[in-house]
């Protein structure tokens, strides 16, 4: 079984440049999550999506950063423009998230991983 | 809110020694899950081991078992037999519930583990 797919791996852009991820979950997961990770700190979530609805953004910064989920599979998240700041790690992971099953939230499957390099 | 804390930023071990990782979380929720990942050197993230707050029992996988303690609010966890393999950022992470609304992974900062030869 294929895991969590992420494109590209590395992504080196200047500063004020639009950058976007992509992200193709576990077949059949229903839940899709971008992480931001810092170097030398944990995973942070940006944002969930339950199929193509965006249940909770309420960490992803608005101004500059935006996802979609059209179809309710893969997923693709942007920023523009890019910052110093945003170099860092984007995690995309997903889960079997059966709508009354809570058990199937609880295991969440991540990518490799985007790393950011903004100069 | 939720925190987690890991208080070894790195530890090392020898080969085919036991190793105890350190974790603490601050919570006001008396139902969640607790959770150990591992992430390599190639940074896919995985699930080492998973804990059910409701369960006074620890949980074990293989050479990897958890020592929980509620009402601590400490969750650490210990490699047997540790292998070259296990050498990885070990990171710490909660999660409130499933139906409190959230399904929010809370992550502490990571462990880095270096398993010697």
């Known amino acids: 079984e294929a895991g969590v797919v992420q494109s590209p791996r590395y992504k080196i852009i200047e500063k004020k440049q639009p950058v976007a991820f992509w992200c193709n979950p576990i077949s059949g997961h229903n839940t899709l999550y971008w992480y931001l990770q810092n170097l030398g700190q944990g995973p942070e979530l940006l944002i969930r999506y339950e199929n193509e609805e965006a249940v909770d953004d309420s960490q992803l910064p608005k101004d500059r950063f935006s996802a979609e989920r059209l179809k309710g599979v893969d997923s693709t998240l942007k920023i523009q423009p890019a910052e110093l700041g945003d170099s860092a790690v984007y995690l995309c992971?997903?889960?079997?998230?059966?709508?009354?099953?809570?058990?199937?939230?609880?295991?969440?499957?991540f990518g490799p991983g985007t790393r950011l390099t903004v100069l | 809110a939720q925190t987690v804390t890991q208080s070894q930023p790195e530890m090392s071990v020898q080969e085919a020694e036991t190793v105890t990782l350190s974790c603490t979380y601050d919570t006001s929720e008396s139902n969640y899950y607790l959770f150990w990942y591992k992430q390599p050197p190639s940074r896919q993230m995985i699930l080492v081991i998973r804990q059910e707050a409701y369960k006074q029992q620890n949980a074990t996988e293989n050479r990897f078992s958890v020592n929980f303690q509620k009402a601590a609010k400490s969750f650490s966890l210990k490699i047997s037999d540790s292998q070259l393999g296990d050498t990885a950022m070990y990171f710490c992470?909660?999660?409130?519930?499933?139906?409190?609304?959230?399904?929010?992974?809370?992550f502490g900062k990571g462990t880095k583990l270096s398993v010697i030869p």
């Open positions: 992971a997903s889960s079997l998230g059966v709508v009354g099953r809570r058990e199937s939230h609880n295991e969440q499957f």
């Open positions: 992470a909660f999660m409130k519930r499933p139906g409190a609304g959230s399904y929010q992974l809370t």
